[in-house]
């Protein structure tokens, strides 16, 4: 089937090849809710360069000396936290389907990424990147269920039971 194209014609078939693509899970976070969310893009964040290499490899570098994400966080200049933040709102806003992340919640149904615990930002980020680390992302998706061919909903559980700090 050929058809002349349009900006507006792909990037609406593009979204509906990746709506019918995407199958939705159920994801228990370590604050007990649960989110319906939906596997990310990779390969457009990889060739987007929504995070640059350098701040991924000095998190990772700043992490091997044994330092927690947030102690990791803090060794990046405003500049590569400001890039950092970015791409987590990216990535969320792609993947968190019910609640949505937005900048200014209205409905019930949207919150902002300021709205999130702290652990839940990590569990989601290391989902969502496919591991244990921001620069993940970069590398393969380990698949964390077996989505169904309908786009159901599908129970996925934390690695951490919902009571459970740590």
Request: with cysteine; aromatic share 8%.
């Amino acid at each position: 089937m050929s058809r002349k194209f349009s900006g507006a014609g792909y990037r609406q078939a593009r979204q509906t090849r990746a709506e019918q693509s995407n199958a939705l899970i159920e994801l228990e976070l370590p604050s007990g809710f649960i989110f319906t969310v939906r596997q990310p893009d990779l390969a457009l964040f990889k060739v987007s360069g929504a995070l640059p290499q350098s701040v991924g490899d000095k998190m990772e570098r700043a992490k091997g000396k044994g330092l927690s994400d947030e102690d990791a966080f803090k060794t990046l200049t405003e500049q590569e936290q400001e890039a950092s933040f970015r791409f987590a709102k990216k990535l969320l806003r792609q993947i968190c389907v019910n609640p949505r992340i937005v900048d200014d919640p209205q409905a019930d149904d949207e919150i902002s990424i300021e709205d999130l615990e702290t652990e839940d930002f990590e569990f989601l980020m290391n989902w969502g990147g496919g591991g244990d680390s921001l620069d993940s992302f970069r590398g393969e998706r380990q698949q964390p269920a077996s989505p169904g061919d309908g786009g159901e909903v599908l129970p996925v559980k934390s690695k951490r039971s919902a009571g459970s700090k740590g």
